[in-house]
């Protein structure tokens, strides 16, 4: 089983959309959560954090939910430069390595 | 964010060579890194972990042997791809955490094209 499990997608919704991707986690001793964002041939770049109360930032909403263990992001007033696919990462608990989700593609279209 | 250096950014090599990559992180010290390699249209898998002074930690099914790192400092760690193969070309990308910093942050990533 992996470490982290994503929907590839693609979602594609139209400007001004809502979505919402999901990402799942295989051990339940795991630290830290973050959403990265990675553009066509480009590298990741952090998102946000991922608190367990859950935590806002403009239009993007993150959320962990350690009992069903997966994190979820949302996103409101979809823009056409949102469009790209976002990762979840899921800290061990040794802090010591990183797993990234397969990432969920996004094209958000006029 | 901190920033982490990755290069070259772009490297075509012939079959049968070795390549360096190197990362380094300009404003913090990194005692832990990451390699991690990517396929077109698939996710990042991670390579290996270094810690500074350490050896390598391999994930399964990566070859220690081929794929070379070392993080002898901790503002730097290389990866050497020896003797490589068509199907090493990839886009291989490093990270760095370390400190107080409990995210991690990326190099520009190496696009590497075996001929």
């Known amino acids: 089983r992996k470490e982290v499990e994503q929907d590839p997608g693609p979602f594609n919704v139209p400007e001004g959309a809502t979505v919402a991707f999901n990402c799942t986690y295989s051990?339940?001793?795991?630290?830290?959560f973050f959403w990265y964002r990675q553009d066509c041939r480009k590298e990741p770049k952090l998102l946000m954090s991922?608190?367990?109360s859950g935590n806002e930032d403009g239009r993007f909403t993150a959320q962990l939910n350690r009992a069903s263990q997966y994190i979820s992001l949302l996103i409101r007033d979809s823009k056409l430069s949102d469009s790209a696919t976002y990762l979840c990462?899921?800290?061990?608990?040794?802090?010591?390595?990183?797993?990234f989700g397969s990432g969920t593609k996004l094209n958000v279209k006029p | 964010g901190a920033v982490v250096s990755q290069h070259p950014s772009w490297v075509i090599c012939k079959s049968g060579t070795s390549v360096k990559i190197e990362c380094r992180s300009l404003?913090?010290?990194?005692?832990?890194m990451f390699w991690y390699r990517q396929f077109p249209k698939q996710s990042l898998m991670l390579m290996a972990t270094?810690?500074?002074?350490?050896?390598?930690?391999?994930e399964q099914g990566v070859e220690k042997d081929k794929f070379l790192i070392n993080h002898a400092s901790l503002t730097l760690s290389t990866l050497t791809v020896t003797s490589a193969h068509p199907e090493d070309s990839s886009f291989y990308i490093c990270?760095?955490?370390?400190?107080?910093?409990?995210?991690?942050?990326f190099g520009q990533g190496t696009r590497l094209t075996v001929v």
């Open positions: 270094s810690n500074e002074g350490s050896k390598a930690t391999y």
């Open positions: 990462v899921v800290i061990s608990y040794n802090f010591n390595k990183f797993y």
């Open positions: 991922v608190y367990s």
């Open positions: 051990n339940s001793a795991s630290q830290s």
């Open positions: 990270s760095a955490r370390g400190g107080t910093l409990t995210e991690a942050f």
């Open positions: 404003d913090f010290q990194a005692t832990t």
